[in-house]
């Protein structure tokens, strides 16, 4: 019966409907244009860096030697341009949620150095109005990708925000940084949760970080144990 099925409806690419050798992939071609970072990477953002070596030599891209990063450490999948920002945007305003299925092996494969045995996978919260209009957090979605993939615990409501904040595109660091200024705390229902463990937070774009450390805040606030960050894209400049 698979067999039949996939004979009916061969796998495509989820960006450009190319036949694929597998659901959920990207096409040769698509894969080639898409910005996937490897290398030497920032420690604090994950953002691609000149020159050889990993991560784990505790380099730092311009941004995060200038601006204080609450969290441990943290890595980003693609740059957000071109094909990644296609994919992205698809994912966070088309209604395309498959396509966390496609991002989470990604997303594992880049902070699987950062992961501990018993870490504990939380999402970036949506404010509760956004979320009924959107109908999912994209987050959210990623963030139960990698659980799954990489079999560790996932709290989905660790985190939530107490009031709604304008979209930040477009936005200065500072006013993004204002604007989010105590604007999301941990859940009290899942404190215990949180309480003493090494947190793995994940949204789908880091711009200038301003998001990830209201967050981060908020849970070393609740006894977290560690906070690292993962983003599915970063803001680079001149990318």
């Not at 045995?117 to 109908?135: A, C, E």
């Not at 304008?166 to 604007?179: I, N, Q, S, V, W």
């Not at 404190?191 to 711009?207: C, F, N, P, S, Y």
Request: net charge neutral; hydrophobic share 40%; proline share 6%.
């Amino acid at each position: 019966m698979q067999r039949l099925i996939e004979t009916i409806y061969p796998p495509q690419c989820v960006m450009c409907e190319a036949h694929t050798d597998i659901d959920f992939a990207l096409c040769g071609a698509c894969w080639g244009e898409t910005p996937f970072i490897h290398g030497l990477c920032c420690n604090g953002c994950g953002a691609p860096l000149p020159g050889e070596g990993d991560a784990d030599g505790g380099i730092l891209c311009d941004d995060c030697m200038v601006i204080a990063r609450p969290w441990s450490r943290g890595r980003s999948v693609m740059v957000y341009k071109d094909k990644a920002r296609k994919f992205v945007l698809a994912l966070k305003r088309g209604d395309r949620t498959d396509l966390s299925c496609t991002a989470g092996p990604w997303l594992v494969r880049t902070v699987t150095p950062l992961m501990k045995p018993d870490s504990v996978v939380v999402p970036v919260p949506l404010h509760r109005f956004r979320l009924l209009r959107r109908k999912y957090n994209q987050a959210a979605l990623l963030a139960q990708q990698v659980a799954k993939v990489s079999s560790i615990e996932i709290v989905p409501d660790a985190l939530e925000r107490l009031r709604q904040t304008a979209p930040l595109e477009g936005h200065t660091r500072d006013e993004r940084f204002k604007a989010l200024s105590g604007a999301i705390s941990v859940n009290p229902k899942q404190a215990e949760a949180i309480k003493g463990r090494d947190i793995i937070l994940v949204d789908d774009v880091m711009t200038s970080g301003a998001t990830f450390a209201a967050c981060t805040e908020a849970l070393y606030a609740a006894g977290a144990h560690d906070v690292c960050v993962l983003a599915l894209a970063r803001v680079v400049k001149d990318a």
